[in-house]
Structures are given as structure tokens and as C-alpha cells.
T-cell receptor
Framework: GQQVMQIPQYQHVQEGEDFTTYCNSSTTLSNIQWYKQRPGGHPVFLIQLVKSGEVKKQKRLTFQFGEAKKNSSLHITATQTTDVGTYFCAGLIYGGATNKLIFGTGTLLAVQP | GAGVSQTPSNKVTEKGKYVELRCDPISGHTALYWYRQSLGQGPEFLIYFQGTGAADDSGLPNDRFFAVRPEGSVSTLKIQRTERGDSAVYLC???????????FGPGTRLTVT
């Protein structure tokens, strides 16, 4: 079936270090969305990428969508303790009549002050 | 305005019982989604409504699961003859229309004993 994998599963960094999570899909995606889920919370939308090769920035966060629209990455520069949480990519896959969002396995980020 | 709300926040039930989980989406959002999230996993797609109709129910695990959205707003996820494996957090999300960012509710934590 359709799968969206993320690596690493878990990353522990010192505050101020950079962090990157990678997302790979077995299927070409219509778009890719990124969500952040704080411990005990629910997923919160961060950004959506639509075009092949697209790069978007949000302050210290940089998001990329691969040329083949099958992979994506999120890079955080100079992590802060507020960045703690699980980052999910979610690929929008066309399923015939509808588009379906398939969530990745997530990367849990721990930031040590 | 108000975000997505879900009730109850927690539900403990005995194996074999019937449960209903409610989702109240953001006003005006035509698309409504149900997901199931187990500990350490990403949200798993269950069903998607566009208006009143289930546009994609391919994620429902079996015929014990059913969902309705009779008036195109509030939705109810119904689980018959609950099993211990149904224990998870059930998340609801809505979006203005298909393919756009999704806004998640706080979830209902279902525990089947």
C-alpha cells in the first residue's frame, strides 16, 4: 500500500544545534504538508508544498519538496526548547475520486537546554 | 472562531460495547476527516467526508466501524463490538475543502478494557 516513511524516528540535540527530518513516499504526491505535534497535543499544520523542487522558509524552519514529488525535508536551524515535539510529513495522494492525506511515521525531536 | 471540538475527551468502555465519538468541525469547512493514532505512530486515515457524503472510507478497518455526517457539519464515528485493539486516540480534522491544510481537534482517547 501507499507508505510515507520518515527518518530518523528520534533525534536528540543540544539547544542551538541544527535538526533535519527526511520524508519519503512510495508514490508521487499531489502535495506535501508538514505538521507538528507537541507531547499530549494534536497535530498542528505548519506548511504545504505543492510544486516540484519548492523551498519555503518559516523563520528558522526550511521545507523542501523533491523534484520527483516523492520526498521532502524539514530543517530547523539553531533549535530551541520550544521546537520539542513530533514532526510529521503528510503526503496528499490522489486515490481515484479523492485525495487522501497519508501521514508519515514522524520524527520525535528532543532538545536539551 | 472556535476550532475543531471532539467529545468525549476520554472514553473507557468494556470489550464488546458500542461507542460513539463526536466531532464538531470548524464552521464552513466542507471536508471532515477521521484518523486513529496509536502511541508513537502517525495519524492513520479512517474516513473522509465531503459535505454529507463519505467520499473515501477506505481506511475503516472493518465493518464494526461506521461514521456519519447527516447535515454536513457534526460527524459521529461509531464503533460496534469494541475490541481491545481499538484502543487509541481518535482524531477528527476539518479543512475548508479537500487538499488544503487540516485543522485537528484535541482527540478522543478510547480505552477498551
Amino acid at each position: 500500500g501507499q507508505q510515507v516513511m520518515q527518518i530518523p524516528q528520534y533525534q536528540h540535540v543540544q539547544e542551538g544545534e541544527d535538526f533535519t527530518t527526511y520524508c519519503n513516499s512510495s508514490t508521487t504526491l499531489s502535495n506535501i504538508q508538514w505538521y507538528k505535534q507537541r507531547p499530549g497535543g494534536h497535530p498542528v499544520f505548519l506548511i504545504q508544498l505543492v510544486k516540484s523542487g519548492e523551498v519555503k522558509k518559516q523563520k528558522r524552519l526550511t521545507f523542501q519538496f523533491g523534484e520527483a514529488k516523492k520526498n521532502s525535508s524539514l530543517h530547523i536551524t539553531a533549535t530551541q526548547t520550544t521546537d520539542v515535539g513530533t514532526y510529521f510529513c503528510a503526503g496528499l495522494i490522489y486515490g481515484g475520486a479523492t485525495n487522501k492525506l497519508i501521514f508519515g511515521t514522524g520524527t520525535l525531536l528532543a532538545v536539551q537546554p | 472562531g472556535a476550532g475543531v471540538s471532539q467529545t468525549p475527551s476520554n472514553k473507557v468502555t468494556e470489550k464488546g460495547k458500542y461507542v460513539e465519538l463526536r466531532c464538531d468541525p470548524i464552521s464552513g469547512h466542507t471536508a471532515l476527516y477521521w484518523y486513529r493514532q496509536s502511541l508513537g505512530q502517525g495519524p492513520e486515515f479512517l474516513i473522509y467526508f465531503q459535505g454529507t457524503g463519505a467520499a473515501d472510507d477506505s481506511g475503516l478497518p472493518n465493518d464494526r466501524f461506521f461514521a456519519v455526517r447527516p447535515e454536513g457539519s457534526v460527524s459521529t464515528l461509531k464503533i460496534q463490538r469494541t475490541e481491545r485493539g481499538d484502543s487509541a486516540v481518535y482524531l477528527c480534522a476539518s479543512s475548508l475543502r479537500e487538499g488544503l491544510e487540516q485543522y485537528f481537534g484535541p482527540g478522543t482517547r478510547l480505552t477498551v478494557t
